[in-house]
């Protein structure tokens, strides 16, 4: 029983911070860099392992930068 809520509570948190990553399109992706001053975009492709492994460090880098002054923003391109 501890496993699942451990399980649990794990999974939430790695939702949240992967929250805090914007998803850019062709359609906001002019947009959304013009209006924040500092802005880190990860190009992702699902297919490749380097990808997929950064890809949780990533989220908890956009977790970390939340809050900072000035405004860090973490972006994602797939």
């Known amino acids: 029983m501890y496993k699942i809520v451990l399980f649990c509570l ?15 399109t062709d359609d906001n ?10 802005t880190l975009v990860m190009f992702y492709a699902p297919w490749c392992g380097h990808c997929k492994r950064l890809k949780p460090e990533y989220s ?18 797939y």
């Open 29 to 38: 992706f002019s947009t959304t860099l013009s209006e924040r001053d500092t």
């Open 10 to 24: 794990a999974l939430a948190l790695v939702c949240r911070a992967e929250d805090q990553v914007l998803e850019l």
């Open 60 to 77: 908890k880098a956009a977790e970390l930068v939340r809050d900072d002054d000035p405004k860090i923003s973490l972006a994602k391109v």
